[in-house]
């Protein structure tokens, strides 16, 4: 073969994985090609790999290059998908209520996010109906979301104009000269991350009232073109309300606040207040435990992973024992069936998380032994060799209560009836309050991402790849048996403290620089890497000993805590 030299291509070849190869006009992009190919998929692409880094579909492609479409269907794109249908809700809620501000909270069960209004009345039902139609005109129109990049001095000065301060706030500590923003017709916005082309890509969407606010129903990821009912969870919502007015009365309800008060020293105060507020609510669920044992025999905690309930279970039980009350663990794990008999996942793989991996006839009737007084003799599961075998025995002391810590905790079948009816029931999880600014929200699950990522690296010396490898799988499982019962609890723990990504971020940039490029998890990486650019660091010697949040960074002083009492009879 004769190397020469050549005039340059006007064309250029497009390798897409699992399809074939396309060939086009250089600097055509990758929707171009896309819809040249008329390729079917079994979900919208609204985003794609190219060359190992995720792109928007308005990306040109200049080079032969090997492309992954990202579809609705995926986390990537679910992400992409919600990101451009809030910033349509903003345009459309710009358009007919100026001078009010949109607040987009958090997410709500199974696939929603809850918003709020400010500087007027809640919207009432006509309100809200009109802005559905102003975003179903949008869509129809099939607008274009043109991007641009600008300095980070003309992004401050533009947002000041608007009087966004939120967003003032947050570019004041910016290191990076630039800023993307997006523009549809007149409205023009920041969104972290990546966007759909068009509003005609965002088909798919519902708003329903809720709670002094209203709810953007968006797509599941396995039904990507339907939006299903949500539930309206009060109490989840009211315990997102009691955080987020308690961050307001602090001054500190968005990212920009929160630096402000890192680079005016305040740190120490912070977390001594972030703490505070955690040990009231923990002292608050004591009392009210101690107030209702003669009719609750069993406290049941449940939440998604890297929630904090070790941590929680351990000073709550410090609390409940300045009370008088000693509540006795039984540790979920001892009762796992034996490994050959566990229900397997539809891949044939075991599913530890379903429900029916635990012995559950012998745990109810170890269950009623004890709270009947009675000697019991508990299994320990066998890890290595997946066998129960056989544990110490033990009885309670008259009126003691047991304590049940795990994923199924809220779950009817996990006791007997009349027992889960003399339960108190205690859900967990790290619901962040805090967002970057009014339209770009800081995701609970990113926040406990990032803690197990660092938890799993100094606790189990997992890689950052290793940790996101398994967070898909993980999430399933948190879809399935957790947050579908998450309203059983009689009250929610709202672990996330104020502070806690600032002082995650110089212990987690490190590790997610090392994930590999070319790797699904170097997606991931460089996402999160993105966003913790928005934090100014803190350092972790500031944080309390029996910090909720020493689980994850290490030092924690409840770690070998045993303040449970109750009779051990024979070791095994």
Known sequence: MTITWVEPSHTVQLHIDGVGTMEGPRGS?????????????????????????????????????????????????????????????????????????????????????????????????????????????????????????????????????????????????????????????????????????????????????????????????????????????????????????????????NVGALNDSIAKDRGKELVLVSEAFHEQQITNIARQISDRKDVNKVILVSGPTSSGKTTFSRRLTVQLLSLGISPFPLELDNYFIDREKTPKDSEGNYDFEDINAIDLPKLSEHLTKLINGQAVRLPKFNFVNGRQELGEEVTLRPGQMLILEGIHGLNPQLIPPYLYGRSYKIYISALTQLNLDYHNRVSTTDTRLLRRIVRDNSHRGYSAAQTIGMWESVRRGEEKHIFAYQDNADIMFNSALVYELAILKPMVEPLL?????????????????????????????????????REFVGGSNLIDFSGWKHETLTKP
């Open 29 to 253: 992009t990758i929707q171009q090609f896309i819809l040249a190919g008329a390729l079917s998929m079994p979900a919208p692409a609204v985003g794609a790999i190219l060359n190992g880094e995720l792109q928007e579909l308005t990306t040109p492609v200049h080079h032969e290059s090997t492309l992954s479409l990202v579809l609705m269907s995926d986390a990537d794109g679910a992400r992409i998908y919600r990101r451009s249908l809030s910033f349509l809700l903003s345009a459309a809620f710009n358009n007919l209520f100026s001078g009010a501000t949109l607040h987009i909270d958090h997410s709500v069960y199974p696939g929603g996010y809850y918003c709020h209004v400010g500087g007027r009345k809640p919207l009432d039902s006509g309100e809200l109906s009109s802005l559905k139609t102003e975003m179903n005109r949008l869509v129809s129109m099939d607008l274009p979301f043109d991007k641009k990049e600008i300095s980070l001095v003309d992004a401050i000065q533009m947002f000041s104009a608007a009087n966004e301060m939120d967003k003032v706030d947050l570019l004041k500590y910016r290191t990076k000269e630039h800023v993307t923003v997006y523009t549809l017709g007149s409205y023009t916005d920041y969104h972290h991350g990546y966007m759909v082309p068009s509003t005609g890509f965002l088909k798919w969407f519902d708003l329903a009232i809720a709670n002094g606010g209203f709810i953007m129903r968006y797509p599941k990821r396995h039904t990507p073109t339907k939006t299903d009912h949500v539930e309206q969870f009060p109490a989840l919502l009211r315990t997102f309300k009691i955080y987020g007015d308690w961050l307001k009365a602090l001054g500190i309800d």
């Open 513 to 549: 620089r090392q994930v590999p490029h070319g790797t699904a998890e170097y997606i991931e990486a460089k996402r999160l890497l993105a966003f913790l650019e928005w934090f100014l660091p803190m350092q972790p010697d500031l944080i309390p000993d029996n910090s909720i949040l």
